[in-house]
């Protein structure tokens, strides 16, 4: 597996807000691990999308976003992946057949275009994956949990 992993927006979220009933302890301590390595990685995308379910009200932060945001940057390494031209032409000619929910083939573009893993739940994803056309696993899976 790459050393470097893209977090999915869920995953993020779920690390994030220490959610061990979505997100392992072991996945959570593996995750803390790659953290402090630097190897961690968020799409701008991912952060459009907390903004979203926040707005609708479908997510609750105890702070205002922008707040949530800066403490969480403050105490951890992640990087940010910005939005490039290459990425955004790359979300539409995605090969072989994948869904058309926008955000999930910008995560995918950018996964294949920054060589990344991609960690994910998501079962289309998971299932593109599997037909070879990016990196990407579960954070139950093994071959994530022992790094």
């Not at 990685?41 to 926040?54: C, H, I, K, Q």
């Not at 955004?88 to 995605?94: E, H, I, S």
Request: aromatic share 10%; with cysteine.
């Amino acid at each position: 597996m790459n050393k470097k992993l893209l977090l999915d927006t869920h995953i993020w979220i779920w690390y994030a807000k220490g959610d061990r009933q979505r997100l392992t302890t072991d996945a959570a301590r593996r995750l803390e691990a790659w953290d402090r390595q630097g190897a961690l990685f968020l799409s701008v995308m991912s952060v459009w999308e907390l903004g979203l379910l926040n707005a609708k009200h479908r997510i609750h932060l105890r702070l205002s976003i922008s707040e949530w945001l800066d403490a969480f940057f403050a105490r951890t390494r992640f990087q940010i992946i910005g939005l490039d031209i290459s990425v955004a032409l790359d979300a539409n000619r995605l090969p072989g057949e994948f869904h058309s929910d926008p955000v999930d083939r910008i995560l995918v573009a950018t996964t294949r275009h920054h060589e990344l893993t991609l960690l994910t739940e998501d079962k289309k994803i998971l299932d593109y994956a599997r037909q070879g056309y990016l990196r990407a696993c579960s954070a139950t899976e093994a071959n994530f949990l022992k790094r």
